[in-house]
C-alpha cells in the first residue's frame, strides 16, 4: 500500500525558514515524480513545486520561486521543500504527492494518484 507521510511543518515568523519533509513507503519510489501542494483555508489547493524521478528535473510556481527548494533522496525514499524568506501568505497546509508522470503533478487541476495527509506550516508577521 503506497503511503506519504509529510513532516516538518510548524510556526514560524516571515522571514525565517522550515524544512518539509515527504517520507514514501512506495516500493519503486525511484520511477515517481513528486511534488508539493498547499491549501490556505477558504482557497483551493494550488501547486508549489515538484522533482522529476531522477531529480533532474524540477518545477516551481511563480510565488515560490527563488525562496523555496525541491531536492529528493531516492535511496531514503524521501523528499524535501526547503522554505527560505517565508511569508505569512505561505501559511497553508502542505501536501506531498506522487505519480508516474510529472505531467499529472503540474496539470491544473492536479492530477496526482497518491497524496499525503499534509502538515500545517504557519508564518507569523
Known amino acids: 500500500q503506497v503511503q506519504l507521510v509529510e513532516s516538518g511543518g510548524g510556526l514560524v515568523q516571515a522571514g525565517g525558514s522550515l524544512r518539509l519533509s515527504c517520507a514514501a513507503s512506495?516500493?519503486?519510489?525511484?520511477?515517481?515524480?513528486v511534488g508539493w501542494f498547499r491549501q490556505a483555508p477558504g482557497k483551493e489547493r494550488e501547486f508549489v513545486a515538484a522533482i522529476g524521478w531522477a531529480g533532474g528535473n524540477t518545477y516551481y510556481s511563480d510565488s515560490v520561486k527563488g525562496r523555496f527548494t525541491i531536492s529528493r533522496d531516492n535511496a531514503k525514499k524521501m523528499v524535501y521543500l526547503q522554505m527560505n524568506s517565508l511569508k505569512s501568505e505561505d501559511t497553508a497546509v502542505y501536501y506531498c504527492?506522487?505519480?508516474?508522470?510529472?505531467?499529472?503533478?503540474?496539470?491544473?487541476?492536479?492530477?496526482?494518484?497518491?497524496w499525503g495527509q499534509g502538515t500545517q506550516v504557519t508564518v507569523s508577521s
Open positions: 512506495i516500493r519503486t519510489f525511484s520511477f515517481y515524480a
Open positions: 504527492a506522487a505519480d508516474l508522470g510529472i505531467q499529472a503533478l503540474t496539470a491544473t487541476p492536479p492530477r496526482a494518484g497518491y
